[in-house]
């Protein structure tokens, strides 16, 4: 049995990007995970302890998103490496990390990376 855990579109407000300007006036953005981890023993206990909890995993990706970056890369670098790094149980994901509205000439609804490991 696979099981995973996601956050879905959570949305953010930050300070990302190559130009001056975005880093000083942030932009909106949006991310959505999910983490390949065990959940039979939670399945059967209903303890949350026996689970990766979601908030926890909310909060870690809330940390790296408050530290402007240059790269949507680098900030999709980072919250991957802090997942990996907190939670061993983990054995694969993906991320997705969107810039709403990109200051690029036309109308572009969002910039995004995604990493699968």
């Known amino acids: 049995m696979k099981t995973s855990i996601e956050l879905n579109r959570v949305r953010f407000y930050a ?3 190559v130009m001056q300007q ?3 006036v942030g932009n909106d953005y949006e991310v959505s995970l999910r983490v390949d981890v065990p959940l039979q023993a939670a ?4 303890d949350v302890a026996d689970t990766l909890n979601y908030a926890h995993l909310y909060a870690l990706v809330a ?3 408050a530290v402007p970056s240059a790269l949507l890369e680098h900030v999709a670098g980072r919250i991957y490496k802090a997942i990996a790094e907190a ?3 983990v054995t694969g994901g993906s ?5 709403l509205s990109p200051p690029i000439v036309g109308e572009v609804g969002e910039a995004a ?3 699968e490991w």
């Open 15 to 17: 300070y990302h990007g």
């Open 22 to 24: 975005e880093r000083k």
């Open 43 to 46: 399945m059967a206990s209903d």
């Open 63 to 65: 940390r790296e998103m």
């Open 87 to 89: 939670y061993p149980a």
């Open 95 to 99: 991320l997705r990390v969107a810039k």
């Open 113 to 115: 990376v995604t990493i």
